[in-house]
C-alpha cells in the first residue's frame, strides 16, 4: 500500500529525468563536429531511420501495452533512451547512429505506456491533476535541460560529448525509478480507453480473464479497434478536427526531425548559435498557449475548422521564410512559431474530439490519429530525404513541407466546397418542387378564369397567355 502511494511522485520523478537531456538541442552539430559525419550522412542516412521505426513500434506498443500490465513497456522506453545515448556516446559508424535512431524510436513511442499507466495508478477523480503535474514534470524537464545546455557550452565551456554524458547519466536515472513504479492492480481494456477499478465481486472473472491467452487478447483487440473505428469517426465532426490534429502532428514529425539540419546550414559563427535557448524558450510559449487554450475553453468551443486552416496557412509561411531569407535567427523565430502554432493546432483539435465522443473512445482516436500522422511522415521522409529517392537537402525539404501544408489547406476547401453544393442542391430540390407545385396551382385558377369552367377550353391566345 505504500508503494503504491509512491506510484505517482515515482512516476514524476521518472519523467523529470527522462526528458532532462541538455545534449538534444546540439545533436546535429555534434554528429557533425564531433563524431565527424558529413550533413549528408546525418540528414539522409541517419535521421530518416527515426521515421521508418517510430509506425512500427508504436503499433507495436499499443497493442500489447495493456497486455503486459504498462510497467514492462515503460521499461522498454526507458531501456531505450538509455541505449540511445550509449550509442551517442560510443558509437563511431553510421550503422551505430542508425541503431541510436531506432533506440530513440522505441524510446518515444513507449510514452504512451505511463500515460496509460495513470488511468490505473489514480483514482478518476484524481486523474486531471495528476496528467496536469506529469506535463509539467515534462515542461520543467525539458525546458530546463535545455537552457542548461546552452549556459554550460557558452560559459563553463562544457563540450557537446560532456553534455552527452549528462544526459546519459540522467536517462540511466530514469530507468532505475521506472523499475520502482509499482504494478497495477487492473488494467483498461486492450484498445478500449476505459478504466474501472473491478469490486470484489469481480476478482473471479478477473482470475478468468488472466487465463486467456495473449493471442486471443490481441485477437478480441484487433476486433474491437475495427468496432471502435466505425464509432469513432461515423461522426462529420470527429472526422473534421481528426483531420486537423493529424496534419498538424504530421507537420511537427516533418519539421522536428529538419529543424536542426537546416540550422546547422544557416549557421556562420559556431560561436552565435542559440539552440538551447530557443528549444526552451519555444517549449515554455508552447506549453502555455496550450494552456491558455485549456483555461479559456468556452472560446475554443467556438472555433471553426476554418481557423485551424488559417492557422496552417501561417505554418506553411513559418516553413517558407527560412528558405528564402537564410538568416539562422530568422530560422530561430519561425521555429519557435510553428511549434507555438502546431501547439495550438493540436490542441483545438483534440479538444473538439473530446466533445464529440465518449470517454472510452477518446484515447483510440488520438491513437488512430497518430499513427495517420506517423505514416504520412514515414511517406514524405521516405520520398523526400531518403539517399535512395530524392535526397533533398534541408532547405528543399522546407519547401515541400510548406507545399504540403498549403495542399491539406486545398483539400480542406474543396471538400468544404462540395459540401456546401450538395446542401444547396439538397436544400433546392424540395423549393422546386413547392415552387412547381404553387405555379400549377395558378394555372389551373386562370383556366378556370379564362375558360369559364373547369377543364374549359382554352383559346390559342389564352394558351400563349397562360405559358
Not at 558509437?91 to 504512451?112: D, F, H, P, R
Not at 504494478?183 to 473491478?198: E, K, M, R, Y
Not at 521564410?321 to 537564410?326: D, G, M, Y
Request: glycine share 4%; with cysteine.
Amino acid at each position: 500500500m505504500v508503494l503504491s502511494r509512491l506510484a505517482v511522485p515515482i512516476l514524476l520523478f521518472y519523467v523529470f529525468f527522462r526528458d532532462f537531456r541538455p545534449s538534444e538541442p546540439f545533436l546535429t552539430p555534434f554528429l557533425n563536429e564531433s563524431k565527424n559525419f558529413t550533413k549528408h550522412e546525418i540528414n539522409n542516412m541517419i535521421y530518416p531511420v527515426w521515421s521508418y521505426s517510430q509506425l512500427p513500434i508504436f503499433i507495436l506498443v499499443l497493442v500489447t501495452t495493456d497486455i503486459v500490465r504498462y510497467r514492462p513497456m515503460i521499461w522498454l522506453g526507458a531501456m531505450g533512451y538509455v541505449s540511445t545515448w550509449l550509442l551517442l556516446v560510443y558509437g563511431k559508424t553510421v550503422q551505430q547512429m542508425q541503431l541510436m535512431q531506432v533506440t530513440y524510436a522505441i524510446g518515444t513511442a513507449c510514452e504512451v505506456a505511463y500515460k496509460s499507466y495513470v488511468f490505473v495508478a489514480v483514482t478518476k477523480e484524481r486523474y486531471s491533476t495528476v496528467s496536469f503535474y506529469l506535463a509539467g514534470a515534462t515542461l520543467l524537464g525539458r525546458s530546463m535541460s535545455s537552457f542548461a545546455s546552452q549556459i554550460l557550452h557558452d560559459h563553463a565551456e562544457i563540450s557537446f560529448l560532456q553534455l552527452h554524458y549528462i544526459s546519459l547519466a540522467s536517462v540511466s536515472l530514469a530507468l532505475l525509478l521506472a523499475l520502482l513504479i509499482p504494478a497495477p492492480q487492473f488494467s483498461i481494456g486492450l484498445n478500449d480507453g476505459s478504466a474501472v477499478q473491478p469490486s470484489a465481486s469481480d476478482q473471479d472473472k478477473l482470475i478468468v480473464d488472466e487465463n486467456i491467452s495473449h493471442v486471443q487478447k490481441v485477437k478480441e483487440g484487433l476486433q474491437r479497434g475495427k468496432t471502435n473505428i466505425f464509432l469513432s469517426y461515423k461522426s462529420v465532426q470527429t472526422r473534421r478536427w481528426a483531420y486537423w490534429a493529424i496534419v498538424s502532428s504530421a507537420l511537427y514529425f516533418m519539421v522536428g526531425n529538419s529543424s536542426q539540419s537546416l540550422w546547422k546550414d544557416l549557421e556562420h559563427d559556431k560561436k552565435k548559435r542559440y539552440n538551447g535557448y530557443v528549444v526552451g524558450v519555444t517549449g515554455l510559449l508552447s506549453s502555455f498557449s496550450s494552456w491558455v487554450l485549456t483555461r479559456y475553453s468556452h472560446s475554443v468551443e467556438r472555433t471553426k475548422a476554418t481557423v485551424l486552416a488559417l492557422l496552417t496557412l501561417a505554418i506553411a509561411l513559418t516553413t517558407l521564410l527560412p528558405t528564402i531569407i537564410q538568416n539562422l535567427y530568422l530560422a530561430y523565430v519561425c521555429d519557435a512559431i510553428f511549434n507555438i502554432i502546431t501547439s495550438c493546432c493540436m490542441t483545438i483539435s483534440l479538444f473538439k474530439i473530446a466533445h464529440s465522443l465518449t470517454t472510452n473512445l477518446y484515447g483510440f482516436v488520438v491513437g488512430v490519429n497518430a499513427c495517420i500522422a506517423g505514416t504520412l511522415d514515414l511517406l514524405v521522409t521516405f520520398i523526400v530525404i531518403d539517399e535512395r529517392v530524392l535526397s533533398f537537402n534541408p532547405r528543399q525539404q522546407y519547401w515541400v513541407y510548406t507545399g504540403f501544408a498549403v495542399l491539406c489547406v486545398l483539400l480542406y476547401f474543396v471538400y468544404k466546397c462540395v459540401v456546401l453544393a450538395r446542401r444547396d442542391s439538397a436544400t433546392e430540390a424540395p423549393r422546386s418542387r413547392a415552387v412547381s407545385f404553387a405555379e400549377n396551382e395558378a394555372a389551373d385558377i386562370r383556366r378556370k378564369e379564362l375558360g369559364g369552367f373547369v377543364g374549359g377550353n382554352l383559346s390559342d391566345d389564352d394558351k400563349i397567355l397562360d405559358a
